[in-house]
């Protein structure tokens, strides 16, 4: 397997959800800030991955870069992160929640990265 970087997890991510069925219906914006100095907005609704800050996020993890590549590729559960503190939040806790929904939709895809 070879080792990504956030950054090219992000822009992965982007494609995937494009088609990704089991991303449908489902609405909110997450702001990511990755340790690298990187910031990325999801936006579930749209379906859509950008760089940079989204002021209307309703959730915001902090991470680095490890942090979120493990998150992404599933060796680290977004639960056991918070709990760790290796995930940092600020926002809506139901929105937060879906974060399990988002990783675990695109872990699969990510694995095979």
């Known amino acids: 397997m ?7 997890i992000f822009q992965k991510m982007g494609e995937i959800m494009k088609t990704d069925e089991n991303l449908d219906g489902e609405e ?20 859509s991955v950008e760089k940079g800050v989204d002021i209307n996020a309703g959730a915001t993890f902090t991470m680095t870069d490890e942090v979120f ?4 590729t599933g060796k680290l559960d977004p639960m056991a992160a918070f709990m760790n503190q290796s995930l940092q939040f600020d926002g ?12 675990g939709s695109l ?4 694995s095979k990265l």
């Open 92 to 103: 809506d806790m139901g929105l937060a929640m879906k974060l399990q929904t988002l990783t």
């Open 28 to 47: 909110g914006v997450f702001q990511f800030k990755i340790g690298n100095g990187s910031n990325w907005t999801v936006d579930l609704a749209k379906k």
């Open 69 to 72: 590549t493990n998150l992404m």
């Open 107 to 110: 872990q699969d895809h990510m």
């Open 2 to 8: 070879v080792t990504m970087s956030a950054d090219s």
